[in-house]
């Protein structure tokens, strides 16, 4: 698959401490495993022009004090809270400058964020999406950039999951409801 530099973003999802390092709160090591080839794919973006996004998954402690019914601290406890250690994109994955960091507040990236206006204004239009958890942040943000008219291609290697179940629920739905998948290796940025 052959993608335009200039319409395209890498978008790595929720690489934080809390969900890739063995002393993070929701670790999970299939979400460790894919630290290598997310920076792979992310060298070859940046060696090729394409603009690359780091997503943060990012929770005030008191954000969910007055929730009606959306919790994430009942479904997961506290992890990822501002200002803490979990809350960093692992040490592996350096941002850099000109890179943009988008914080979010649930599952997915567009809500709320400033991430629709962003690539809009560069007129962005293909989304490769990396990063995790395949079935929850990844998905959602997945299916949340196909209904805003991106094109979301999931890259299956650089995807991690607590169960392999959810990386193939997670990657089979999205191939048929609103994006692509594909391997990083079938990636080409020119």
């Known amino acids: 698959m052959r993608l335009e530099p200039d319409r395209t973003a890498v978008v790595v ?51 969910f004090d007055d929730a009606h019914y959306y919790d994430e601290f009942e479904q997961w406890g506290e992890h990822v809270l501002e200002d803490s250690w979990e809350a960093e994109i692992v040490d592996e ?20 964020t400033e991430l629709e206006g ?32 991106f094109r979301p291609i999931l890259v299956d290697d650089c995807i991690g999951a607590l169960e392999d179940e959810h990386h193939e629920y997670a990657l089979e739905h999205a191939d048929w409801l609103f994006g692509e998948v594909e391997s990083s290796a079938d990636l080409e940025f020119a």
């Open 93 to 112: 994955l350096s941002v850099m400058a000109g890179d943009q960091i988008i914080e979010k507040h649930t599952y997915d990236a567009f809500y709320n």
């Open 118 to 149: 962003w690539l809009n204004a560069r007129d962005i239009h293909d989304l490769v999406i990396c990063g995790t958890l395949a079935n929850v942040c990844v998905l959602h943000t997945g299916g949340s950039a196909g209904v805003r008219d």
């Open 13 to 63: 999802v929720d690489m934080q401490n809390g969900f890739c390092h063995p002393e993070g709160s929701l670790y999970a090591p299939g979400s460790e495993a894919v630290i290598e080839p997310i920076a792979d794919l992310v060298d070859r973006a940046r060696e090729a022009g394409v603009q690359v996004i780091f997503t943060r998954d990012v929770h005030p402690p008191e954000q």
